[in-house]
């Protein structure tokens, strides 16, 4: 069974710092290019990363680029985010999505339940 | 504001046919294909329709997808109170340079 786990949300201040992580079990994470959802509390979705499989090819959203860094270690089944200079905006949840594979695309066909990452002072 | 635009809410009695209407423009869904997820309260999405038309395992029949232009389709047949939810389209989007998603469609079975 295909799982993804999501940790390391919780609150932090403005301008702080938080590291997620994404645990993979159930199939051959090294061959799946990986993202990061997130999802702003009564609101809709926004995609924030994209990792390839080899993590050579790397994508971030305007609204995180440069201050997030998303990362992958295949021989932990693992997915990060690394998220600096935090801001209000950024509370949200973050889900970790496996993606299908299909070029130029937005489908993503497992994710993880979420961790709440709350900015504020 | 999402650069995919749905309506805020849809509703039918149990046994109707609901659709949901996701409009864009030519550099996303004029020029990628669509993808569907549907949202539990509490719980994370899941993946309804990709390419447009494609049902991924499990997911039953009566759900189907379509697009034409700059505009895609989400149809639900023989609704179920289990179908209430919130929906989203997605696609890629050629200007930002990565996926987008709609705002969301709240449907409720009546």
């Known amino acids: 069974e295909v799982q993804l786990v999501e940790s390391g949300g919780g609150l932090v201040q403005p301008g702080g710092s938080l590291r997620l992580s994404c645990t993979a079990s159930g199939f051959s994470f090294s061959t799946y290019s990986m993202n990061w959802v997130r999802q702003a509390p009564g609101k809709g979705l926004e995609w924030v990363s994209y990792?390839?499989?080899?993590?050579?090819?790397?994508f971030y959203a305007d609204s995180v680029k440069g201050r997030f860094t998303i990362s992958r270690d295949n021989a932990k089944n693992s997915l990060y985010l690394q998220m600096n200079s935090l801001r209000d905006e950024d509370t949200a949840v973050y889900y970790c999505a496996r993606d299908l594979g299909l070029p130029y695309s937005s489908s993503y066909d497992y994710w993880g339940q979420g961790t709440l990452v709350t900015v504020s002072s | 504001q999402s650069v995919l635009t749905q309506p805020p809410s849809a509703s039918g009695t149990p046994g109707q046919r609901v659709t949901i209407s996701c409009s864009g423009s030519s550099s996303n869904i004029g020029s990628s294909t669509v993808n569907w997820y549907h949202q539990l309260p509490g719980t994370a999405p899941k993946l309804l329709i990709y390419?447009?038309?494609q049902r991924p395992s499990g997911v039953p029949d009566r759900v189907s997808g379509s697009k034409s232009g700059t505009s895609a389709s989400l149809a639900i047949s023989g609704l179920q109170s289990e179908d209430e939810a919130d929906y989203y389209c997605a696609t890629w989007d050629d200007s930002l340079n990565g996926p987008v998603f709609g705002g969301g469609t709240k449907v409720t079975v009546l």
């Open positions: 390419s447009n038309n």
């Open positions: 990792i390839s499989s080899s993590s050579r090819t790397i």
